[in-house]
């Protein structure tokens, strides 16, 4: 596997005309070797590939990554430093990941390999991890029905006084008892009134009557994320909150019937954000409608009304429009799938038609 990718990568070093690549983005580093250290980097050039670390990971690389020479670090001397030291006179450029390299250590890798061009290289390593081979597919599946029995299981939690970060807490616990690595991001759980904040992270809340109680998570298998949302209702729900629950279902399922490869981001998008507007909501929907997801919670490609990627088949994305009004609450409902060539594969399996909690 790694050395396929090594393949791509060197394919793709060809095309953009480099001669190497400075790799420091921990979740790069583990596509392309199968290092989880996330400490130094990884060198790649037509010829050579190594991970340069310190003495607390290199014998852990050595068995990670047996495609790769292991160079372990010295006191007092930097992972750019060795690089240099070691390939500067093999090439004529080198690229890095300008979008994730801090400033100093920009300025260390041009003193380094003074002589040598430094060319940008954002999100090259990423634009190979856009469509998933079919065992990553395996591993967010995995994910994936961790994050489900998740959903089921907390339902018997939410009551009256039980607070965000109780569910939160309950939630996070659940998942790593039930096999996962541990949550794919902070576990947001919104209720009432905060329900209205789509990125709300859990607070000392007590839950209430009449709450809409909004909660987005997901589990960690083996690196591969898996993201989901629930909105559910304790006790009656009012004919408001129906009528937008309902909205929002109904924008989910048009987008879900839509896409497929084919399509750019946006069209699927506007397939949702349409269902919403004519209903009256369109101003009170301002995320795109989803994401893709995979090593990292938030990959490309995106739907959002910017979104002009071209979706293909083995791409996971998210589908989770939303309705949020201030001062008084919110749905999103949010399923993972997978791009197929007439469709999709949806790996999330929670129920989502309305469920009220008495």
């Known amino acids: ?7 791509v990568l060197r394919n793709k070093l060809t095309e953009k005309k480099l001669d190497c690549i400075l790799i420091n983005k921990p979740e790069n580093q583990f596509y392309v070797s199968g290092f989880t250290g996330g400490e130094g980097v990884v060198f790649v050039t ?6 340069i670390t310190d003495s607390r990971y290199t014998e852990q690389a050595k068995n990670e ?6 160079i372990e670090l010295k006191t007092g001397v930097s992972p750019i430093e060795v690089c240099a030291n070691n390939f500067k006179s093999k090439i004529e450029n080198v690229g890095f990941e300008s979008h994730y390299l801090t400033y100093n250590q920009f300025e260390e890798l041009k003193k380094h390999f003074e002589g040598v061009e430094i060319k940008p290289a954002a999100n090259l390593v ?15 599946k995995k994910a994936q029905e961790i994050t489900d029995k998740t959903f ?10 039980v607070t965000e970060r109780d569910l939160a807490c309950e939630m996070e616990y659940f998942m790593k008892k039930n096999g996962a690595d541990g949550s794919a ?25 009449g709450d809409f109680i909004t909660m987005d998570f997901g589990a960690r298998y083996s690196w591969y994320c898996s993201d989901m949302t629930r909105t559910v209702f304790l006790g009656r729900p009012d004919d408001t909150q ?3 629950y309902n909205i929002v279902l109904e924008a989910q399922q048009r987008a879900l019937e839509y896409i497929k490869s084919g399509l750019l981001g946006k ?20 995320h795109g409608l989803g994401h893709g997801v995979g090593i990292e919670i938030h990959e490309s490609p995106r739907l959002s009304p910017k979104g002009d990627m071209e979706l293909l088949p083995g791409m996971v994305v998210t589908v989770e429009p939303g309705i949020y009004i201030e001062n008084y609450g919110g749905v999103r409902i949010e399923d993972l799938v997978v791009v197929t060539r007439n469709g999709c594969d949806n790996l999330t399996k929670s129920d989502k038609h309305l469920i009220i909690i008495n």
């Open 152 to 161: 089921t299981h907390i339902l018997e939690y939410i009551k009256p006084g």
């Open 46 to 51: 037509n010829r050579d590939a190594a991970i």
């Open 185 to 209: 991001f902070d576990t947001i759980v919104a209720s009432g009134s905060r329900s209205s904040l789509p990125h709300g992270r859990a607070s000392e809340r007590n839950l209430q009557p």
């Open 267 to 286: 069209d699927v998008d506007r397939v949702a954000r349409e269902t919403i507007d004519k209903n009256g909501y369109g101003n009170n929907f301002g």
């Open 65 to 70: 990554a047996p495609n790769f020479e292991i």
């Open 126 to 140: 990423e634009e190979l991890r856009i469509v998933k081979e079919p065992h990553e597919i395996d591993l967010i």
């Open 242 to 244: 129906v009528k937008i």
């Open 1 to 7: 596997m790694y050395t396929k990718r090594l393949d």
